[in-house]
C-alpha cells in the first residue's frame, strides 16, 4: 500500500459520495430524516454516523480532532450534513497530501468506544475508514430505494472509466 494507493481510494470514495450526495440532496427534510430501516434506521442517522467515523479515523492517525461522536440530532436537513462532509473529506484529502508511504507503517494506538486498545499500522485504519465508507454508501443505496429513489451506480469500474 503506498500513499498514492490511499489517495485514490478516497478519491474513488469522495467520487461515489458526491454521486449519491446529489440524489439525496433531492429528498425531503422528512423523507432524510424518516425512519425506514437499516442499522441507522434513516438516511440522516447512516449519513451522520459515517461522517463520524471518517471522521474519528482521521484523528486517529494525527488529522484534526473531531471530539466527541458527531450525533444526528444536530444535522436536521441534508445540507448542514454537506456542510460538515465538506470539511472531513477537505481534511482527509489535506492529510493523506502529507504523508509519506513509510508513514503509513506507523503502529497507531486506538480504541473503539471503552472498547480495549488495539495496535494497527496507519495504513490498516485508513483502509478500514474508507472501506467502513463504503459499506453504508450501500446501505444508504438500499434506504434510498426505500424511499423510492434511484441511487444509481457508483461503482468502482464507472469510476475510473469516467477518469480513463
Same mark, same amino acid.
Given at each position: 500500500?503506498?500513499?498514492?494507493?490511499?489517495?485514490?481510494?478516497?478519491?474513488?470514495?469522495?467520487?461515489?459520495?458526491?454521486?449519491?450526495?446529489?440524489?439525496?440532496?433531492?429528498?425531503?427534510?422528512?423523507?432524510?430524516?424518516?425512519?425506514?430501516?437499516?442499522?441507522?434506521?434513516?438516511?440522516?442517522?447512516?449519513?451522520?454516523?459515517?461522517?463520524? $467515523?471518517?471522521?474519528?479515523?482521521?484523528?486517529?492517525?494525527?488529522?484534526?480532532?473531531?471530539?466527541?461522536?458527531?450525533?444526528?440530532? @444536530?444535522?436536521?436537513?441534508?445540507?448542514?450534513?454537506?456542510?460538515?462532509?465538506?470539511?472531513?473529506?477537505?481534511?482527509?484529502?489535506?492529510?493523506?497530501?502529507?504523508?509519506? /508511504? @513509510?508513514?503509513?507503517?506507523?503502529?497507531?494506538?486506538?480504541?473503539?468506544?471503552?472498547?480495549?486498545?488495539?495496535?494497527?499500522?496507519?495504513?490498516?485504519?485508513?483502509?478500514?475508514?474508507?472501506?467502513?465508507?463504503?459499506?453504508?454508501?450501500?446501505?444508504?443505496?438500499?434506504?434510498?430505494?426505500?424511499?423510492?429513489? $434511484?441511487?444509481?451506480?457508483? /461503482?468502482?469500474?464507472?469510476?475510473?472509466?469516467?477518469?480513463?
Amino acid at each position: 500500500m503506498t500513499v498514492v494507493n490511499l489517495q485514490q481510494l478516497y478519491d474513488y470514495s469522495y467520487w461515489a459520495n458526491a454521486k449519491l450526495f446529489a440524489v439525496i440532496a433531492e429528498l425531503t427534510d422528512e423523507q432524510f430524516t424518516q425512519a425506514v430501516g437499516g442499522s441507522y434506521g434513516s438516511v440522516r442517522n447512516t449519513l451522520v454516523h459515517t461522517m463520524s $467515523a471518517e471522521w474519528g479515523w482521521l484523528e486517529r492517525c494525527g488529522g484534526p480532532p473531531r471530539g466527541e461522536r458527531l450525533r444526528p440530532d @444536530d444535522y436536521p436537513n441534508f445540507a448542514s450534513v454537506s456542510a460538515t462532509w465538506t470539511r472531513v473529506e477537505r481534511d482527509m484529502r489535506a492529510f493523506l497530501g502529507g504523508l509519506t /508511504d @513509510d508513514d503509513l507503517a506507523r503502529p497507531i494506538e486506538f480504541a473503539i468506544g471503552s472498547g480495549p486498545k488495539h495496535i494497527l499500522p496507519m495504513q490498516n485504519l485508513l483502509v478500514h475508514g474508507v472501506a467502513h465508507t463504503g459499506h453504508h454508501r450501500g446501505q444508504i443505496a438500499l434506504l434510498l430505494r426505500t424511499l423510492g429513489v $434511484a441511487p444509481g451506480n457508483v /461503482d468502482f469500474l464507472f469510476y475510473a472509466l469516467e477518469r480513463a
